[in-house]
């Protein structure tokens, strides 16, 4: 089993929004009993809250359910998460420092790396303030880059059919 955490800063619009496509891109694979997904946020601001309401109404349009609560990431996470994915170069910064040794420090991702089509763009952009075309905006990039994540777990950990 390999368990995937997405972090953003609040857990309300990116990370949520990511787990939502990655839950969804995983099971239409066939894989769910061999991937597992949740997200988190560096902040404790919004714990307990569900994903923004324009995040949920932004995936929906799409087929896509944000059911997540927020919480915090906590150092504990790195023993549970194979790959720890941070939303952009900011929440890596806040990740590497909770992270307690090497190998915790090697499952922190950016996950806009997975995405081929976006090298010079490392970070998904924070919504929050953005409007609607703000939140269609990150679900894409988070789209692309959850397919290219898939397609490395598959390959790197031999989960083809």
Same mark, same amino acid.
């Given at each position: 089993?390999? @368990? =995937?955490? $997405?972090v953003c800063l609040g857990n309300i619009c990116r990370s949520p929004t990511a787990e939502g496509i990655m839950v969804t891109l995983v099971e239409e694979a066939g894989l769910a009993s061999k991937i597992r997904v949740d997200s988190a946020g560096t902040s404790a601001w919004h714990v307990g809250e569900p994903a923004d309401q @324009?995040? @949920?109404d932004c995936a929906e349009r799409r087929g896509v359910r944000l059911p997540s609560i927020s919480r915090q990431f906590v150092v504990e996470d790195f023993e549970r $998460?194979?790959?720890v994915l941070?939303?952009?170069r900011d929440n890596r910064v806040d990740l590497r420092a909770l992270a307690s040794d090497p190998v915790a420090e090697d499952r922190i991702h950016l996950l806009r790396s997975f995405d081929t089509a976006s090298k010079h763009e490392p970070d998904v952009p924070d919504p929050y303030y953005a409007g609607d075309a703000g939140f269609d905006r990150v679900f894409d990039i988070c789209a692309a880059a959850c397919r290219? =994540? =898939?397609d490395h777990?598959?390959?790197?950990h031999g989960l083809g059919a």
């Amino acid at each position: 089993m390999y @368990r =995937l955490c $997405f972090v953003c800063l609040g857990n309300i619009c990116r990370s949520p929004t990511a787990e939502g496509i990655m839950v969804t891109l995983v099971e239409e694979a066939g894989l769910a009993s061999k991937i597992r997904v949740d997200s988190a946020g560096t902040s404790a601001w919004h714990v307990g809250e569900p994903a923004d309401q @324009r995040s @949920r109404d932004c995936a929906e349009r799409r087929g896509v359910r944000l059911p997540s609560i927020s919480r915090q990431f906590v150092v504990e996470d790195f023993e549970r $998460f194979h790959y720890v994915l941070a939303m952009d170069r900011d929440n890596r910064v806040d990740l590497r420092a909770l992270a307690s040794d090497p190998v915790a420090e090697d499952r922190i991702h950016l996950l806009r790396s997975f995405d081929t089509a976006s090298k010079h763009e490392p970070d998904v952009p924070d919504p929050y303030y953005a409007g609607d075309a703000g939140f269609d905006r990150v679900f894409d990039i988070c789209a692309a880059a959850c397919r290219g =994540l =898939l397609d490395h777990v598959v390959e790197r950990h031999g989960l083809g059919a």
